[in-house]
């Protein structure tokens, strides 16, 4: 094997979703921990000191004490080249956090054991659906009172639509937790609790299932109790196929106290081995191989203003095939530009650092003059193409943009416009012609505040949002459908997208039915292709 087809093939690029306060930093912190990226749990997000794993490069971040921003860290362990894209866990999630779902190469699912599938949760999935990206469950905080094992299962099954296979088994939950059974090994790794937080690891032992001494480590009820579930899950769980796993159809589920320690490094384990190193991506020439020796990478997150002192912009890009040298010449190919990527960094638990080379299944941050959106593909100019695009995600929070200083309709303009196709917000303007009404469509609530912050501290401009009752967007498969001849549409706002396509704004499902059900061949989609 070449050197460049090792270092791809032992990457691993993956997102960790959940609902907040599931147990997602704790566990990327135990990650980290393993692979020796740092020394002491509490360092990538100590919620006393308002510390973030990367970016406080807001104040709205630091002054509501949460992280607006995804980041990658990277770390080695056992082998493997880890690539952990974070996803904001805070309710007001961006745009960004699907965005960045679309350049993992597989998800790792957080669920509390005590609430189950969350409403978070289930919009994230949606995500990994559509790209039949595998998905692994780490069902968390086992040493609480967590819901029955075999409902959570089905609550899985049921809501997102996957079906799951336990790889380890609990037995117990909260003060009665005892440890996991091993379904493959047939061995139980029991759970004695430490003094819970820090860096500390809850002691484990590893005892067979038939081993007399197990039943006294974990009593005769929770071993009798064990038995029966182990039976009634042979019977009727769906068996480990590899092959389901790759495809996205079946989630291989784990169980464990990430805050403990305990089940971390099995799961982390197990989940190394069933991941595959990046996969192909689909571009205009057909299937890109990862391998190849030809650099390519799309961008998937702009991010403005990391550094106060320059109002400057980062693109973040995925590699998708070979290696990226720093220096090298590249070819934007949206604009047909050559270019040499400055400064490309990457992340490393806390710190940013310029790297030299870079490989696929790698996510770096290059200096941005203003040309990338996202979605473009970057490639050496000797062999271009472009990667499919990324699809736009549905805003559920409307507004209207209303500027107070009509003298400054320039920076207005620039400010929005650059704004919106850094991603952070999505505008749409009246259907009829001539009508200069801005509306601002956001996935998380938050973006509001950024881009009212951001107009005024940046472009100098003072702006007013006035909220709309809208909360479902589709858009109109047909184009050239002019949506003010539809039936049924009365409290239904029309408006296009920067691109022109046209769009309805709705404000509940009934209405998004009844506008089908009245206009026969109608198609609405939940994301524009493009
Ligand atoms: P998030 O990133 O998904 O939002 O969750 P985070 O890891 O911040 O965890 C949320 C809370 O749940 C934290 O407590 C954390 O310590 C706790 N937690 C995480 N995993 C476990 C677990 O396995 N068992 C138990 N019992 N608790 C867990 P907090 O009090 O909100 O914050 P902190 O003061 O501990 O930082």
């Known amino acids: 094997m070449s050197d460049l087809q090792s270092e791809i093939k032992k990457r691993r690029t993956f997102a960790i979703i959940s609902h907040p306060d599931a147990g997602k930093t704790t566990l990327t912190e135990k990650f980290l921990l393993y692979g020796g990226a740092i020394n002491t749990a509490g360092s990538v997000k100590g919620k006393a000191t308002s510390k973030h794993a990367v970016s406080d490069w807001m104040e709205i971040e630091k002054e509501r004490g949460i992280s607006v921003t995804s980041s990658v860290l990277q770390f080695n362990y056992d082998g493997y080249c880890i690539n952990i894209l974070d996803t904001p866990g805070h309710q007001d999630f961006s745009e960004d956090t699907y965005r960045t779902l679309m350049a993992a190469d597989s998800a790792v699912m957080v669920i509390d054991a005590s609430k189950g599938v969350e409403a978070q949760t289930i919009k994230l999935f949606k995500v990994c659906v559509m790209r039949n990206i595998p998905i692994f469950t780490f069902i968390n905080k086992m040493d609480r009172e967590a819901r029955d094992t075999f409902d959570l299962l089905d609550e899985i099954e049921q809501v997102l639509g996957i079906k799951t296979c336990p790889i380890n088994w609990p037995i117990g939950c909260g003060k009665e937790f005892k440890g996991v059974y091993d379904r493959n090994s047939k061995m139980v790794s029991s759970f004695q609790a430490v003094a819970t937080g820090g860096s500390k690891a809850a002691k484990e032992t590893d005892l067979s299932i038939d081993d007399p001494a197990l039943k006294e480590e974990v009593g005769e009820l929770l071993y009798d109790k064990l038995l029966e579930e182990i039976e009634l899950l042979d019977g009727a769980s769906d068996p480990f196929d590899i092959d389901l796993v790759s495809k996205g159809k079946l989630s291989p589920v784990f169980f464990g106290s990430a805050l403990t320690n305990f089940g971390v490094e099995q799961f982390l384990n197990h989940f190394l081995q069933m991941t595959s190193s990046p996969l192909p991506r689909i571009s205009d020439k057909g299937e890109i191989d990862p391998m190849g020796d030809h650099f390519s990478a799309f961008v998937f997150k702009i991010q403005a203003n990391m550094n106060k002192d320059h109002r400057d912009r980062i693109a973040f890009m995925r590699i998708c095939s070979g290696k990226f040298e720093a220096g090298m010449e590249v070819t934007h190919v949206q604009s047909e530009k050559k270019m040499r990527l400055s400064q490309p960094q990457q992340m490393m638990a806390k710190d940013r650092k310029i790297v030299e080379e870079a490989y696929a299944g790698d996510v770096i941050g290059v200096f941005d003059p203003g040309i990338f959106s996202i979605g473009d593909t970057v490639c050496v100019p000797s062999n271009k193409f472009r990667y499919e695009g990324i699809p736009t995600f549905a805003p559920e929070h409307f507004a209207r943009l209303i500027q107070l200083d009509s003298m400054k309709r320039k920076q207005f303009v620039k400010g929005v416009t650059q ?53 479902h967007i589709r858009w109109i498969k047909d184009r050239t459908i002019d949506p003010n001849t539809l039936k049924g549409v009365m409290d239904v706002k029309k408006v296009k997208d920067m691109k022109g396509n046209p769009l309805l704004l709705f404000n509940n499902e009934w209405n998004i039915r009844m506008v089908l059900e009245k206009n026969e061949g109608l198609e609405l989609m939940e994301f524009s292709k493009e």
Request: aromatic share 12%; proline share 2%.
């Open 419 to 471: 704004i919106a196709q850094e991603g952070a917000i999505q505008i749409f303007q009246e259907y009829t012609a001539g009508m200069a009404e801005i509306i601002v469509g956001v996935v998380g609530v938050l973006q509001f505040d950024v881009l009212k912050y951001r107009l005024e501290n940046e472009y100098g401009c003072d702006i007013r949002l006035e909220p709309l009752s809208y909360s």
